[in-house]
């Protein structure tokens, strides 16, 4: 594993996300997002830390396009219901991002099986992905797993008998009534397999057949958020800027770009490290963490950690990265911003990095590499976490819940956190 702060040249850490997406035993749901990613041009995700269903779904839809991933806290929503989780799958949809859902499980085998598919929230139907510890022992993610493939079943099963009954569905996601509690995943988990693999659902309401072949899909249309200006002239990699670059951005700038229905599949991410101060999630419990994650490869996607964490071959983790912020600009942070904000601008920090001031943008030139907020957390740019620490995923919570402008915000770290990929990946 490599040492914070400097880690190893593993092939992952300069290839593109288009590239790893592509390697072989790469999970479908891993494939899709890192693909999504590389479309969208974002490595941001947004952390909904709210507490009612209104400020949820505005949220979703005020920073949808700018972010890959939406990491929500159903239980702290004071009146989730439903209702809720359609409307928040279709704007998902309508984006072009995926569900993560930070419960961070932690117990007996039984009895995370119960909190992921049943109660008031029932992740499994609507989570993409969750999160866990590895405290419990590896156990807990041979359990997740079984209740992920059931719960998919289940919803397999639920379309069957539907359409044998005599009711059509359409295969559309975005058919559904709001009284019928599962419709949106019976819908869509018809078409695959627990392990995410497409199926067909016939459309002729006395057939009640599934078949094996793949059948074409109304793609999701993405609406290309980057800036005009943010390619490098003098550089020719066609991911990244230059004649080829540009010719890329044009062939996007056309209209929208399409991507494929995300694959009703399941995956888990396994907390390695945390960002708050003095916590436990170190040394050999990191180690064992990512030894586990290996001898399940065919659920596990990657890690919540401060760094990456791929360092065998074969290795291709996605690694999420939270306690990541930039300084409040006066035009996007809100009046009422806490004090904590405010004494992060004005204390100053021998150990800001000096790669930041050389780069030569007025916002990263003052940051601070590191910050906090009073409560035991610590804040990092995403240029250190992403260029720096190796990770591929910056997630942010408050600095673009208080802003005045959340859109505008999410789009500047948006941009600051591709840009520190791009640089990444040219191996600078």
Not at 50 to 57: D, F, R, T, Y
Not at 125 to 137: C, D, L, M, Q
Not at 146 to 151: D, F, P, Q, S, V
Not at 237 to 254: L, V, W, Y
């Amino acid at each position: 594993m490599p040492p914070s702060g400097q880690p190893a040249r593993h092939p992952t850490l300069t290839q593109s996300f288009s590239h790893r997406a592509s390697l072989p035993n790469t999970h479908p749901l891993a494939a899709y997002l890192l693909n999504l990613i590389t479309i969208k041009q974002s490595n941001l995700c947004v952390s909904a830390d709210v507490s009612s269903s209104a400020v949820l779904l505005q949220l979703a839809e005020d920073v949808g396009d700018s972010i890959c991933m939406l990491k929500t806290h159903a239980d702290i929503v004071d009146d989730w219901s439903e209702r809720t989780v359609q409307r928040l799958k279709e704007i998902s949809r309508q984006k072009g991002f995926l569900l993560f859902e930070d419960r961070k499980f932690g117990d007996i085998g039984n009895t995370v099986q119960k909190q992921y598919t049943s109660g008031h929230h029932r992740i499994a139907t609507w989570a993409a992905i969750v999160n866990a510890h590895i405290f419990p022992g590896p156990s807990i993610i041979t359990a997740l797993q079984e209740a992920a493939a059931a719960t998919l079943t289940s919803l397999n099963q639920s379309v069957s008998t539907e359409i044998s009954a005599g009711t059509p569905r359409s295969s559309s996601d975005g058919d559904y009534s709001h009284s019928d509690a599962d419709a949106d995943d019976e819908g869509r988990a018809g078409k695959y397999s627990s392990t995410g693999r497409k199926r067909s659902i016939v459309t002729a309401t006395t057939i009640s057949q599934y078949t094996e072949r793949t059948v074409q899909q109304t793609p999701l249309i993405i609406p290309r958020s980057v800036p005009n200006d943010y390619y490098d002239d003098d550089d020719d990699d066609s991911e990244n800027g230059g004649a080829r670059g540009k010719q890329h951005r044009r062939q996007q700038d056309a209209a929208a770009v399409s991507l494929d229905e995300p694959p009703v599949a399941r995956g888990l991410l396994l907390l390695a490290e945390m960002s708050s101060e003095g916590n436990l999630l170190t040394g050999d419990y990191t180690r064992r963490c990512v030894e586990t994650a290996r001898q399940h490869r065919d659920f596990v996607l990657g890690f919540i950690a401060q760094r990456s964490m791929n360092s065998e071959s074969g290795d291709n983790f996605i690694c999420f990265t939270p306690g990541v912020s930039l300084p409040p600009s006066s035009s996007t942070t809100t009046d009422t911003d806490d004090d904590e904000e405010e004494d992060d601008d004005d204390n100053t920090d021998d150990e800001e990095e000096e790669d930041d001031d050389a780069a030569g943008d007025g916002v990263r030139s003052r940051a601070k590499s590191s910050r906090g907020d009073g409560l035991g957390q610590r804040y990092n740019t995403p240029r250190k976490v992403v260029l720096k620490e190796g990770c591929d995923v910056v997630i942010v919570g408050r600095g673009i819940l208080k802003a005045r402008d959340r859109k505008k915000e999410a789009e500047r770290y948006r941009r600051e956190a591709w840009r520190a990929y791009v640089e990444r990946i040219k191996g600078r």
